[in-house]
């Protein structure tokens, strides 16, 4: 029986599958893509000797380490202006909090996207996506919630989704439309619930953009009772659920986003360790975003002894944003995580590929180099994958492959 044609075959790679916490490493390996998925991966000594025969392209990596396509789980990529005057505010003295308080952070940012035309928002997104693509990145998720108003949050989930036609990545947008209360709702909190509830949410669903629903629960922004009324609303209505947690204090997000049954509690630098109980009991990961403790000069690190302990999915993402985590260097990221939040190389690299693709329920068809699941693959000019944690600078990407085909930074899907 003749052999099926392969697309492309990568030889003479080592390779990281990230099937299990030890990364899956096949030194000396071999891997197949057909029709844009992979088609065998295995040690370079057992590629089959008709597949090779019947190959349309074979790419001799002369050793390089490849693994999947990254996968940013959470950013909010898509806004207008920047927050460099909050910057400069915190440089003297004020928190995060106390500038959101003023009228800054957050709604800063309402103002200048709201004041910004899709055009201006796509030019601005896609610059930040393809600073993510070089290294590595083929999977990003992106946040609304600088909208506040049914109109922008609506137009930013079509910024979104349209970065795809303009980088060499997939996207998945996320509605977070409770992000905080706009000024024309002060002292109306529960009237801006209630919009969120009844007329974003099915709005996002007919408009068919948004894949989950994410709620910023803190003193600053949502109370536990309204995050879970949202979340479980957006839940119901066939989203994925997420949730901005415990970030700034134990409001017990954790254990919230496990009884909503959310995919993911972000940030959590205060969890708790019932909470933490919770999350695991219930499957619930836990998505670490150190730029954003670095930025923000936090004094609290997330319990990842105790997360690890309870066999907690940890997942790793840059949070990019205009004020907590003005960052879109994977590479600064993975050093972070490892420096100030004590992930080994290992566990940083599991969580920007296998673990993030569970949190955007992704993981069946991306995050692991498996037959069957997207050729989505990054190439590293790298002797050991921890020189991905331990430098930093720019990004050791040889290539990246999006459904199997070697693209260029720029290059449209």
């Given at each position: 029986m003749p052999h099926p044609r392969w697309d492309r075959i990568w030889t003479d790679v080592n390779l990281a599958t990230m099937t299990d916490a030890s990364l899956g490493i096949i030194e000396d390996g071999a891997i197949v893509s057909t029709g844009g998925r992979i088609a065998w991966v295995g040690r370079r000594a057992d590629l089959p000797e008709a597949g090779k025969r019947m190959a349309g392209d074979i790419i001799r990596c002369g050793g390089a380490w490849l693994t999947p396509g990254l996968i940013d789980c959470h950013t909010h990529i898509v806004f207008g202006g920047d927050r460099s005057g909050d910057f400069?505010?915190?440089?003297?003295?004020e928190s995060y909090g106390d500038i959101?308080?003023?009228?800054?952070?957050?709604?800063?940012?309402?103002?200048?996207t709201r004041d910004a035309s899709n055009e201006e928002l796509t030019v601005r997104a896609v610059a930040r996506g393809a600073e993510l693509a070089a290294w590595g990145v083929t999977t990003i998720e992106v946040k609304s919630g600088y909208g506040l108003d049914l109109p922008t949050e609506l137009r930013m989930l079509d910024v979104a989704a349209g970065l795809a036609d303009h980088l060499p990545v997939d996207i998945s947008p996320t509605l977070l439309a409770a992000h905080a209360i706009p000024p024309e709702y002060a002292g109306r909190r529960a009237g801006y619930?209630?919009?969120?509830?009844?007329?974003?949410?099915?709005?996002?669903?007919?408009?068919?953009?948004?894949t989950a629903v994410d709620v910023?629960?803190?003193?600053?922004?949502?109370?536990?009772?309204?995050?879970?009324?949202?979340?479980?609303?957006?839940?119901?209505?066939?989203?994925?659920?997420?949730?901005?947690?415990?970030?700034?204090?134990?409001?017990?997000?954790g254990a919230l986003a496990a009884a909503a049954g959310a995919r993911s509690a972000d940030h959590v630098e205060y969890l708790s360790r019932d909470g933490v109980r919770a999350m695991a009991a219930a499957g619930v990961c836990a998505v670490l975003l150190p730029g954003a403790a670095y930025t923000l000069g936090a004094d609290r690190r997330p319990p990842v002894g105790t997360l690890r302990q309870a066999g907690v999915t940890m997942a790793l993402a840059t949070d990019a944003n205009p004020g907590s985590s003005p960052i879109t260097n994977v590479g600064v990221i993975l050093n972070l995580a490892c420096i100030l939040f004590g992930l080994t190389p290992e566990e940083a690299l599991f969580g920007f590929t296998a673990?993030?693709?569970?949190?955007?329920?992704?993981?069946?068809?991306?995050?692991?180099l498996?037959?069957?699941?997207?050729?989505?693959?990054?190439?590293?000019?790298?002797?050991?994958?921890a020189?991905?944690?331990?430098?930093?600078?720019a990004s050791p990407l040889r290539s990246l492959v999006k459904h199997g085909v070697p693209r260029a930074l720029g290059q449209s899907m």
């Open positions: 400069r505010r915190r440089l003297r003295g959101a308080r003023a009228g800054g952070g957050i709604m800063s940012t309402v103002r200048a619930v209630r919009l969120v509830i009844d007329e974003i949410i099915p709005a996002a669903l007919e408009q068919g953009r948004a910023f629960c803190e003193d600053i922004a949502f109370t536990p009772a309204e995050s879970r009324a949202i979340l479980e609303a957006g839940i119901g209505a066939g989203l994925h659920g997420r949730l901005h947690a415990d970030q700034l204090s134990d409001l017990g997000g673990a993030a693709a569970r949190v955007l329920g992704l993981e069946a068809d991306r995050g692991t498996q037959p069957g699941k997207w050729a989505d693959l990054a190439l590293w000019n790298v002797r050991d994958l020189e991905l944690c331990y430098w930093v600078g």
